[in-house]
């Protein structure tokens, strides 16, 4: 068997929140960037051009939200949940 290197990013925990709500928002404003455009528009000429106009718009938009939102729903709706 070959053996991979796996790639690791060392951080402070403080960090965490930040840095998974960044990756949340990339991927949720390209998924959905991508549905909108090809819902409204479909496969037209320049596809790829207007996805990434469109998704960089919508990601300056989904990372402070998302931010926003993820600290609303931990501090505020999940501290009063019992898990057992």
Do not use: N
Request: proline share 1%.
């Amino acid at each position: 068997m070959s053996q991979t290197s796996t790639f690791r990013i060392r951080t402070r925990r403080k960090y965490y929140r930040l840095i998974f709500t960044g990756i949340m928002a990339l991927m949720m404003s390209f998924i959905i960037s991508t549905a909108l455009l090809v819902v409204k528009q479909g496969f037209i000429d320049g596809f790829f051009m207007e996805l990434m106009h469109s998704w960089g718009l919508a990601f300056m938009f989904a990372w402070p939200s998302a931010y926003i939102c993820a600290y609303l729903v931990q501090e505020h709706v999940l501290s009063r949940i019992e898990f057992y």
